[in-house]
């Protein structure tokens, strides 16, 4: 972040600093396009509840700033404040001479003292999206930074491994603030037989993890400075997507770096972070019957890099299935459970970083309350077979069209140390929130 940027942020958070805590970001602006043929090429990152101007009921500005501030306390001993944080979020979307739409969505965070991040990083700024759209007759073009969401599972990427993500916060199943943004060329062409999309990206990016330093850090490794593996970090994939009356399907392939870096270790104890080249192929659908929907992936992930029990690197096809069904009894309560399994093909005793199969199950129940103003979530995640779970209550209350609160509760517990859930089951917290947006 440049010392002018820096500066500008430190001034807005410190004046939205102090009492008020922090809320999730909102949606961003509705960046649908209209193109000259009649139909329609959305951003699927994004919502379309821009809010309502106080002034007018119909003029929705291209800009929306919002700006908040969260804090979050552990409960169990130790004792700690975990989260106090100030964020200003930029989002913009308009047309430019008519033939192109850009789209910019920006995010700039302070770490006041004592936030878990305070002293790794201090500042963090997070450009999500920063793209040019037009349109030649029935096929869109997006150009520059931009996020790519496939697939529907909220607990596991099966599909969902284009984009990557941000890893530095647990606790988060929130897509659309978890996927990062890279450079990228992306082509839909509409058609009758349904939607046909492509896209390049020059030089993959990667997840982002935890710093040392900070509270969901447990890495006891030690790392070469420099990263080996591929060379080449170009990915390119294709997609078909058919909508019918009460269904739609998807179908893609591509050729992609693993977001997360694969690890192998030297004779003289060092780690080397190596960047592995896999293949996909998969398949998403989407089904609605009266009042449920069903939802589900499939994907077969070619050369998988896994560890064998001396840290090297052994690879192996995998095969990632998710399925899914959303209950709506009324427009105010939601019920959906879902699960994922992951089938290591060719599994032995060689392959000492992962069972043969693992699941993962989660259970939702979503209730709006006081005329949709207050809405409040439950979720249940459990993980096998190194048994772990978390349960999370998430409430936000709308004060107004442009205030919101929020209050969560966050309970991990674990007994297993296989499980990912082990080291953070201590991090029982409760978490406040506030947003400003305008």
Same mark, same amino acid.
């Given at each position: 972040? #440049?010392?002018?940027?820096?500066?500008? @942020?430190?001034?807005?958070?410190?004046?939205?600093?102090?009492?008020?805590?922090?809320? !999730?970001?909102?949606?961003?602006?509705?960046?649908?396009?209209?193109?000259?043929? +009649?139909?329609?090429?959305?951003?699927?990152?994004?919502?379309?509840?821009?809010?309502? #101007?106080?002034?007018?009921?119909?003029?929705?500005?291209?800009?929306?700033?919002?700006?908040?501030?969260?804090?979050?306390?552990?409960?169990?001993?130790?004792? =700690?404040?975990?989260?106090?944080?100030?964020?200003?979020?930029?989002?913009?979307? !308009?047309?430019?001479?008519?033939?192109?739409? %850009?789209?910019? !969505?920006?995010? +700039?965070?302070?770490?006041? +003292?004592?936030?878990?991040?305070?002293?790794?990083?201090?500042?963090?700024?997070?450009?999500?999206?920063?793209?040019?759209?037009?349109?030649?007759?029935?096929? =869109?073009?997006?150009?520059?930074?931009?996020?790519?969401?496939?697939?529907?599972?909220?607990?596991?990427?099966?599909?969902?491994?284009?984009?990557?993500? !941000?890893?530095?916060?647990?606790?988060?199943?929130?897509?659309?603030?978890?996927? @990062?943004?890279?450079?990228? %060329?992306?082509?839909?062409?509409?058609?009758?037989?349904?939607?046909?999309?492509?896209?390049?990206?020059?030089?993959?990016?990667?997840?982002?993890?935890?710093?040392?330093?900070?509270?969901?850090?447990?890495?006891?490794?030690?790392?070469?400075?420099?990263?080996?593996?591929?060379?080449?970090?170009?990915?390119?994939?294709?997609?078909?997507?058919?909508?019918?009356?009460?269904?739609?399907?998807?179908?893609?392939?591509?050729?992609?770096?693993?977001?997360?870096?694969?690890?192998?270790?030297?004779?003289?104890?060092?780690?080397?972070?190596?960047?592995?080249?896999?293949?996909?192929?998969?398949?998403?659908?989407?089904?609605?019957? *009266?009042?449920?929907?069903?939802?589900?992936?499939?994907?077969?992930?070619?050369?998988?890099?896994?560890?064998?029990?001396?840290?090297?690197? %052994?690879?192996?096809?995998?095969?990632?299935?998710?399925?899914?069904?959303?209950?709506?009894?009324?427009?105010?309560?939601?019920?959906?459970?879902?699960?994922?399994?992951?089938?290591?093909?060719?599994?032995?005793?060689?392959?000492?970083?992962?069972?043969?199969?693992?699941?993962?199950? @989660?259970?939702?129940?979503?209730?709006?309350?006081?005329?949709?103003?207050?809405?409040?979530?439950?979720?249940?995640?459990?993980?096998?077979?190194?048994?772990?779970? @978390?349960?999370?209550?998430?409430?936000?209350?709308?004060? =107004?069209?442009?205030?919101?609160?929020?209050?969560?509760?966050?309970?991990?517990? #674990?007994?297993?140390?296989?499980?990912?859930?082990?080291?953070?089951?201590?991090?029982?917290?409760?978490?406040? *929130?506030?947003?400003?947006?305008?």
């Amino acid at each position: 972040m #440049s010392k002018i940027s820096l500066t500008l @942020l430190c001034i807005v958070c410190a004046a939205f600093n102090g009492p008020l805590l922090a809320g !999730d970001d909102a949606s961003a602006p509705n960046t649908d396009m209209v193109v000259d043929m +009649g139909f329609e090429v959305a951003d699927p990152a994004t919502s379309d509840d821009t809010l309502v #101007s106080e002034v007018s009921d119909q003029a929705t500005s291209p800009l929306r700033i919002t700006l908040a501030h969260e804090a979050s306390y552990k409960v169990e001993q130790p004792e =700690s404040l975990v989260k106090n944080r100030t964020s200003a979020r930029l989002e913009y979307s !308009d047309y430019v001479r008519e033939r192109f739409f %850009v789209q910019l !969505d920006a995010k +700039g965070s302070v770490f006041w +003292g004592p936030d878990h991040r305070h002293d790794a990083e201090g500042t963090d700024l997070m450009l999500s999206q920063a793209y040019v759209q037009t349109s030649i007759r029935q096929t =869109s073009i997006k150009a520059g930074y931009q996020i790519l969401p496939w697939g529907e599972s909220i607990i596991a990427p099966v599909t969902d491994v284009v984009s990557p993500r !941000d890893q530095r916060e647990l606790f988060n199943f929130n897509l659309d603030e978890l996927r @990062l943004g890279q450079a990228m %060329v992306a082509v839909d062409q509409y058609s009758d037989y349904g939607q046909w999309s492509a896209f390049y990206i020059p030089r993959a990016e990667f997840n982002e993890n935890p710093l040392p330093g900070t509270a969901y850090y447990f890495d006891p490794l030690r790392y070469r400075s420099e990263i080996g593996g591929e060379d080449d970090l170009a990915e390119f994939g294709a997609s078909w997507r058919k909508t019918f009356e009460d269904a739609d399907i998807t179908v893609m392939a591509a050729n992609l770096i693993a977001n997360d870096y694969a690890l192998s270790m030297g004779t003289d104890g060092l780690v080397t972070r190596e960047r592995e080249r896999f293949s996909l192929a998969g398949a998403v659908f989407n089904y609605a019957l *009266k009042q449920v929907i069903f939802r589900g992936e499939v994907a077969w992930k070619s050369g998988q890099a896994f560890n064998d029990a001396a840290l090297q690197i %052994v690879k192996r096809d995998v095969v990632d299935a998710y399925i899914g069904a959303e209950y709506s009894p009324s427009s105010t309560l939601t019920v959906s459970v879902e699960g994922v399994n992951r089938h290591v093909m060719d599994w032995n005793g060689e392959v000492a970083s992962a069972p043969r199969d693992s699941q993962s199950l @989660l259970l939702s129940v979503t209730k709006m309350l006081l005329h949709d103003d207050l809405t409040i979530n439950f979720l249940n995640f459990h993980s096998m077979p190194q048994s772990g779970s @978390l349960a999370m209550l998430l409430t936000t209350y709308d004060l =107004s069209d442009n205030m919101r609160l929020g209050f969560n509760v966050v309970l991990p517990y #674990s007994q297993s140390h296989d499980s990912a859930l082990f080291t953070v089951r201590d991090q029982k917290q409760v978490v406040f *929130k506030i947003q400003y947006q305008f």
